[in-house]
């Protein structure tokens, strides 16, 4: 799991993955940040951590190489990005090709980058959500595996929209990890099969 800031994905993910009958187990917590409030979460659950501090390296493949050769160190076979607030070159995202997951708190295609209930509100979009999907080198693309959608409340602000989708990202996350590590998620063409068509949606009871 590579986080940046408070961790409330990888705290999701730390619950769901101590279920006995989960497939994927977190093996080590990475933050390029000592302050990241999520470190916290991996020390209370027990979990190896380290820091990869991007400001110690010369330039970002500098980093990226050391924070690679690390995940490897450690036997790593699947990259969780939770709020890890650094751009990856083209370079990582093909190392870790198809075995590098992202969350964006967007129904993407829609909203990429950063901001994005704002933007979705000042669209007038009825439908906001999440998406957790495997990484390419372009920002906030790639194979989608779960989607989870909310309305867009007249009264929304920024901040409630974000809270209710923080919510869905909660109950996304886990599902899309338990697909792609029980293996019956899996990458094809640029699109993600699901084996057994469990439908990969979540549609907040509010819709
Ligand atoms: C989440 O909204 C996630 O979708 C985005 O960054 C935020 C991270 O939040 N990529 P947290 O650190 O998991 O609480």
Redesign the pocket.
């Known amino acids: 799991m590579l986080?940046?800031?408070?961790?409330?994905?990888?705290?999701?993910l730390i619950r769901a993955t101590s279920d006995v009958e989960a497939s994927a187990e977190i093996a080590l917590v990475l933050a390029n940040r000592a302050d990241a409030?999520?470190l916290d979460h991996a020390a209370a659950a027990g979990i190896p951590q380290t820091v990869v501090d991007h400001r110690d390296y010369a330039d970002r493949e500098a980093f990226e190489r050391h924070l690679s050769a690390t995940l490897e160190a450690a036997g790593i076979e699947l990259i969780c990005?939770?709020?890890?607030?650094r751009v990856l070159s083209p370079w990582l995202v093909e190392r870790w090709r198809d075995r590098l997951l992202?969350?964006?708190?967007s129904l993407l295609p829609a909203f990429r980058g950063l901001d994005t209930h704002r933007r979705a509100i000042e669209a007038g979009v009825r439908l906001a959500g999440?998406t957790v999907h495997f990484v390419r080198a372009e920002v906030d693309s790639g194979p989608i595996i779960v989607q989870g959608a909310v309305p867009v409340l007249a009264d929304d602000t920024p901040d409630s929209l974000?809270t209710r989708?923080?919510d869905l990202?909660h109950r996304c996350y886990p599902m899309a990890l338990e697909l792609v590590a029980s293996g019956r998620a899996e990458v094809d063409g640029e699109r993600v099969r699901i084996d057994d068509g469990t439908p990969a949606l979540l549609i907040s009871p509010e819709a």
């Open positions: 986080i940046s800031g408070r961790g409330s994905n990888l705290q999701a409030g999520g990005l939770a709020g890890f607030m992202n969350i964006h708190p999440c974000a989708v923080l990202e």
